[in-house]
Antibody, heavy 122, light 106 residues
Framework: HLQLQESGPGLVKPSETLSLTCTVSRGSISSTGFFWGWIRQPPGKGLEWIGSIHYTGSTYYNPSLKSRVTISVDTSKNQFSLQLSSVTAADTAVYYC??????????????WGQGTLVTASS | SYELTQPPSVSVSPRQTASITCSGDKLGDKFACWYQQKPGQSPVLVIYQDNKRPSGIPERFSGSNSGNTATLTISGTQTMDEADYYCQAWDSSTVVFGGGTKLTVL
């Protein structure tokens, strides 16, 4: 079964940039028919989609975060990454990476990483 | 922007049927899916394409989607089904999640 694993600092200072990487194993990030995405969940709250990327580099972003988000892909390492700039306490959340299955008009996340807690605090 | 609305909480007795709704403008014209999330765990896909179950998901989970409402139905609810449930759809090149429903089995 496909596996995804998030990695990166668990603590980020306010105004700095949050950087996370998702490593995909037991499968190829270059498989057709999929995007790869980031989702976050503030403590005690619901899920929020951040954005998604195809192995070709095509991206979709949440309009509410678009000005601060960059998602990139490294097919040679089977990884994709998230950068979120100018973080505040409101960006404290568990960050998940996941595979987005994309039959036409029918997009759903079928594999998820275990999640990583990132706290924005000085 | 598109919004999906779920009730914050639903309660059900063991072995009874639980229904969790997800409302959005003309949601029936889109595909809906559902995730189950237990405390401290990652979400798990339980329904996709309105009514299809991924491999390994029990038959007691089913889904429907028509008009403005998608519904997740759990027949013969078990205590292990107590969790948060999120609906999700795709609209205008964005992924949209509902706010989540806490299902209590008591």
């Amino acid at each position: 079964h496909l596996q995804l694993q998030e990695s990166g600092p668990g603590l980020v200072k306010p105004s700095e940039t949050l950087s996370l990487t998702c490593t995909v194993s037991r499968g190829s990030i270059s498989s057709t028919g999929f995007f790869w995405g980031w989702i976050r969940q503030p403590p005690g709250k619901g899920l929020e989609w951040i954005g998604s990327i195809h192995y070709t580099g095509s991206t979709y972003y949440n309009p509410s975060l678009k000005s601060r988000v960059t998602i990139s892909v490294d097919t040679s390492k089977n990884q994709f990454s998230l950068q979120l700039s100018s973080v505040t306490a409101a960006d404290t959340a568990v960050y998940y990476c996941a595979r987005l299955n994309i039959p036409p008009g029918n997009y759903y996340f079928d594999y998820w990483g275990q999640g990583t807690l990132v706290t924005a605090s000085s | 922007s598109y919004e999906l609305t779920q009730p914050p909480s639903v309660s059900v007795s063991p072995r009874q049927t639980a229904s969790i709704t997800c409302s959005g403008d003309k949601l029936g014209d889109k595909f809906a899916c559902w995730y189950q999330q237990k405390p401290g765990q990652s979400p798990v896909l339980v329904i996709y394409q309105d009514n299809k179950r991924p491999s390994g998901i029990p038959e007691r989970f089913s889904g429907s989607n028509s008009g403005n409402t998608a519904t997740l139905t759990i027949s013969g609810t078990q205590t292990m089904d107590e969790a948060d449930y999120y609906c999700q759809a795709w609209d205008s090149s964005t992924v949209v999640f509902g706010g989540g429903t806490k299902l209590t089995v008591l």
